[in-house]
């Protein structure tokens, strides 16, 4: 008997999967990402938009709800007290992040690059008849739709991240929803010259960039913009576990 | 065992565990007992590594909690009721735990046995009753067969059919030769469990002691309309005499005799003179009196 890395990958895999509110969250994700792909798909008529674009124009929803299966993850072990037991049995602490961020991020990969395969499908198969029709093998569609199972799987990191930093589950959400959905609003508001400039850079515009098929005037290249995202939750995956590490559960 | 080494722990301003030291040793089952905010709760949390001592050092067998290859074989711990996601079923609690150290789910359903809740096992915890919530810590506690139990309150809540369980657990497993620790504010819970007793009050020792040297505090009870001739004529260094009423006074360090004997020299009139073995209940309040952090107004 003995504490194993792949052990408390176990014990964090027993923990998510055994919480209902997990199986919820997970399956509105999905079902956000395949429904408004479903219906854009269905219902936009006009040439800006790809018909790859329009299938994940769930994306933004599905990443608010999959941030917050991640944060739910890891902000109830401190709302519930669980963190005293699971930091008595892994006193080393840091295992428990890396563990929960892999479950996390894992499950949300899996089921959202499924989820935006099936959005795909739905909505090329009800697509509006002005939108050009693509298939898997046309240039950046398998990229856009893997991109978007890699991009909502860092944002459930992000999510633990967030979750453990804060240790309160409404702090963890309310900034969750407030870098993806209304930073960018901001953005907006600063002079042209500074907008311009960091716009692209903004967490969720540079996540984004990796599932737009059509890339528009200031967006990052895709791969570059992903990068720029995984930089992000790197940063506070390290500031959580400076935290975790130094102060007291 | 455990070993507290000069252990201070301080939350702002205030200092919660002020130089403490003791030594829970194996084969024993050690009360460690103090009023509310003694400081009980953030030592165990010191001790298994949930808070930092900002002074002073805490040994787990011999070694610090967190440099252990397999932290739930050292010490198994029940920190409070109900410390569990309230979705989550009982089993799949514990099995989150077991599985950091691969212990197997056969373990899992002995401990759940153990802790005679095999029928509400996949029941969520949110639904337990408190004492349920202690019986579940409990086996959480003894999930990896630890050479060290400790248990913060564990009979809170418990029915009196629990409270029998939790003493018969608990001198069973320091018969076994493991280090049993128990916290508690109440004497008369832990002088049925203890045989070795810390007490703290605000942080600090303030005995470490076997629960038959203290009953041994023996102490005269005197009344006598004259309590304040009488506490002047007997005093002395090592005699203590606290007014205990209005004409009573409880006096330790004189004899009855050497009682009477003085007053009879001064025509001090006594209406009882009686020798007492102070109950546990007392000589634990009277050793905390001073240490009360939340006391009722009188």
């Known amino acids: 008997m003995k504490i194993t890395p792949g052990g408390v990958v176990a014990a964090e895999w027993t923990k998510f999967s055994s919480l209902r509110s997990t199986w919820i969250t997970t399956g509105i994700s999905v079902l956000l990402l395949i429904v408004f792909g479903t219906i854009a798909s269905a219902s936009f008529s006009g040439d800006s938009l790809s018909a790859v674009d329009l299938a994940l124009s769930g994306s933004t929803l599905a990443a608010l709800a999959v941030g917050v299966l991640g944060a739910l993850l890891a902000a109830s072990e401190y709302t519930t007290g669980m963190i005293r037991a699971t930091l008595a049995a892994v006193p080393r602490r840091l295992p428990v992040l890396w563990s929960k961020s892999l479950v996390a991020g894992l499950a949300a990969l899996v089921v959202m690059t499924a989820g935006a395969f099936a959005a795909f499908a739905l909505g090329s198969a009800v697509l509006n008849q002005d939108v050009g029709a693509l298939g898997l093998g046309d240039d950046g569609v398998v990229r856009a739709l893997v991109g978007a199972g890699l991009y909502l799987g860092l944002v459930a990191v992000l999510g633990v991240a967030l979750g453990m930093l804060v240790r309160s589950s409404a702090g963890a959400i309310a900034i969750l929803a407030g870098v993806l959905l209304i930073v960018p609003g901001l953005a907006a508001l600063l002079p042209d010259a500074i907008a311009d400039a960091i716009t692209p850079y903004l967490p969720s515009n540079a996540g984004s960039a990796v599932m737009t098929l059509t890339q528009g005037e200031g967006t990052l290249a895709p791969w570059t913009g992903l990068a720029v995202f995984a930089g992000y939750v790197v940063v506070t995956l390290g500031v959580a576990a400076y935290r975790l590490k130094k102060s007291d559960a | ?298």
């Open chain 2, 1 to 298: 065992m455990i070993q507290v080494r000069e252990v201070t722990k301080r939350y702002g301003a205030k200092t919660v565990v002020d130089h403490l030291s003791f030594t829970a040793k194996p084969g024993k089952v050690t009360g460690f007992l103090g009023p509310n905010g003694a400081g009980k709760s953030t030592t165990m949390r010191m001790i298994v590594g949930l808070d930092a001592p900002n002074s002073g050092d805490v040994l787990v067998n011999g070694k610090p909690y967190a440099s252990s290859q397999a932290p739930l074989h050292e010490i198994g711990v029940l920190l409070e009721a109900k410390a569990g996601h309230p979705g989550r079923t009982a089993v799949s609690h514990l099995l989150a735990l077991a599985r950091t150290h691969g212990i197997p789910r056969s373990r899992v359903d002995e401990v759940l046995e153990l802790a005679g809740l095999s029928a509400v096992a996949h029941k969520r915890v949110g639904a337990f009753s408190l004492g349920m919530g202690q019986r579940l810590g409990i086996a959480a506690a003894l999930l990896g067969d630890p050479a060290v139990v400790m248990l913060d309150e564990p009979v809170n809540g418990l029915d009196p059919e629990g409270v029998l369980w939790v003493r018969n657990l608990l001198s069973g497993l320091a018969a076994e030769g493991r280090t049993v620790m128990l916290s508690s504010h109440l004497m008369s819970e832990v002088s049925l469990i203890a045989e070795h007793l810390i007490i703290v009050g605000r942080g600090k020792l303030l005995a470490d002691t076997t629960v038959a040297d203290l009953v041994t505090a023996e102490g005269v009870r005197v009344v006598t309309p004259a309590p304040d001739a009488l506490r002047t004529l007997i005093g002395g260094p090592d005699v203590t005499v606290t007014s205990t009423g209005a004409e009573e006074l409880f006096v330790t360090g004189r004899t009855t005799r050497e009682i009477g004997l003085a007053a009879a020299t001064r025509g001090i009139p006594l209406f009882e003179l009686t020798s007492q073995n102070a109950s546990l209940e007392e000589a634990f309040m009277d050793l905390t009196r001073d240490a009360v952090e939340y006391e009722a107004a009188r």
